[in-house]
């Protein structure tokens, strides 16, 4: 690691579950200064956000009004907290050559890390992201003075094959932003929050990977978010307890940067993938 890197190679990950408003950009950014002042106050190196936390999710065809440019001055704020504690934000971003990606900014040191749009965009039921975004281009960790990260943002996670990829790149560990809706099904667990909680854990156990996720919470557009968010490591052993269903919460996840290279040497499942078998099937998907 390099100088100002966790000491004793222990990296503190705070989930910030909030609850968003659409088009309410200094409201929401409000809400962001005040996580990474707590967040900062508790040890936390890095404070992950949830989905389009800067802007809110249900915005339809306000994305075209609020997208943001990373220079754009009102993300100043969140650059000057990059300062003190690292930030992974979401927001529709303006592109240069055209068009609006959902995407995961990753700030650090007062400057733009880098950036994560999303893949995969949901256009069914409540979905209807692409007629709104552009999908992402390509699929790479990004990298800051704290490490090798993967990012996800909420559908890419339920296709496992972007999970496996990051994993071959060398992530050190992956970051699942959310914006994920439940119904309240009369479980004690709604059931957004159990698929989630499985689809979070199978991504650890099967990249060898500690994996955080990170949800917003709330009711946005009379759709319920779930919250939940949540911290495990590579063999499924929680790092942190579960944020609450419903209310805003800050959940701190300590992660051995060591204890995490020792389980990918021990079960190195990735190392194993048949990619034969993938070039198989895209070759005979071509054919």
Same mark, same amino acid.
């Given at each position: 690691?390099?100088?100002?890197?966790?000491?004793?190679?222990?990296?503190? %990950?705070?989930?910030?579950?909030?609850?968003?408003?659409?088009?309410?950009?200094?409201?929401?950014?409000?809400?962001?200064l005040?996580?990474?002042?707590?967040?900062?106050?508790? +040890?936390?190196?890095?404070v992950?956000?949830p989905?389009?936390?800067?802007?809110?999710?249900?915005?339809a065809? +306000?994305?075209?009004?609020?997208?943001?440019?990373?220079?754009?001055?009102? *993300?100043?704020?969140?650059?000057?907290?990059?300062?003190?504690?690292?930030?992974?934000?979401?927001?529709?971003?303006?592109?240069?050559?055209?068009g609006?990606?959902?995407?995961? %900014?990753?700030?650090?040191?007062?400057?733009?890390?880098?950036?994560?749009?999303?893949?995969?965009?949901?256009?069914?039921?409540?979905?209807?992201?692409?007629?709104?975004?552009?999908?992402g281009?390509?699929l790479?960790?990004?990298?800051?003075?704290?490490?090798?990260?993967?990012?996800?943002?909420?559908e890419?996670?339920?296709?496992?094959?972007?999970?496996?990829?990051?994993?071959?790149?060398?992530?050190?560990a992956?970051?699942?932003?959310?914006?994920?809706?439940?119904? *309240?099904?009369?479980?004690?667990?709604?059931?957004?929050?159990?698929?989630?909680?499985?689809?979070?854990?199978?991504?650890?156990?099967?990249? =060898?990977?500690?994996?955080?996720?990170?949800?917003r919470?709330?009711? /946005?557009?009379?759709? *319920?978010? +779930?919250?939940?968010?949540?911290? =495990?490591?590579?063999?499924?052993?929680?790092?942190?307890?579960a944020?609450?269903?419903?209310? /805003?919460?800050? %959940?701190?996840?300590?992660?051995?940067?060591?204890a995490?290279?020792?389980t990918?040497? *021990?079960?190195?499942?990735?190392?194993? /993938?048949?990619?034969?078998?993938?070039?198989?099937?895209?070759?005979?998907?071509?054919?």
């Amino acid at each position: 690691m390099g100088e100002g890197a966790p000491q004793q190679g222990v990296l503190v %990950v705070a989930l910030a579950q909030i609850a968003t408003c659409p088009g309410q950009l200094r409201t929401n950014l409000d809400k962001h200064l005040a996580m990474a002042d707590q967040a900062r106050a508790r +040890g936390a190196d890095l404070v992950v956000f949830p989905e389009l936390s800067v802007s809110g999710y249900l915005l339809a065809h +306000g994305v075209l009004e609020h997208a943001l440019c990373l220079d754009d001055p009102l *993300l100043e704020p969140l650059r000057r907290a990059s300062r003190e504690v690292a930030l992974l934000v979401g927001l529709p971003l303006r592109e240069p050559e055209g068009g609006i990606s959902n995407a995961a %900014v990753l700030l650090e040191g007062g400057e733009v890390r880098g950036v994560h749009r999303k893949l995969y965009l949901p256009t069914y039921g409540m979905f209807d992201e692409g007629r709104y975004f552009v999908p992402g281009p390509r699929l790479a960790p990004i990298e800051c003075r704290f490490g090798r990260f993967g990012v996800l943002i909420c559908e890419d996670a339920w296709h496992l094959s972007s999970a496996a990829l990051l994993a071959r790149a060398g992530a050190d560990a992956l970051f699942i932003v959310a914006g994920g809706p439940t119904e *309240l099904d009369g479980d004690h667990e709604p059931a957004g929050s159990r698929r989630w909680h499985w689809i979070v854990g199978a991504t650890a156990v099967t990249t =060898v990977r500690p994996v955080f996720f990170a949800n917003r919470c709330g009711w /946005e557009e009379g759709v *319920l978010f +779930g919250g939940r968010s949540w911290a =495990v490591d590579g063999r499924g052993h929680s790092l942190a307890a579960a944020a609450p269903i419903l209310d /805003e919460a800050l %959940v701190t996840a300590p992660m051995s940067r060591a204890a995490a290279v020792r389980t990918r040497t *021990l079960i190195p499942i990735p190392a194993t /993938e048949r990619l034969d078998l993938w070039r198989a099937a895209m070759e005979s998907a071509d054919a």
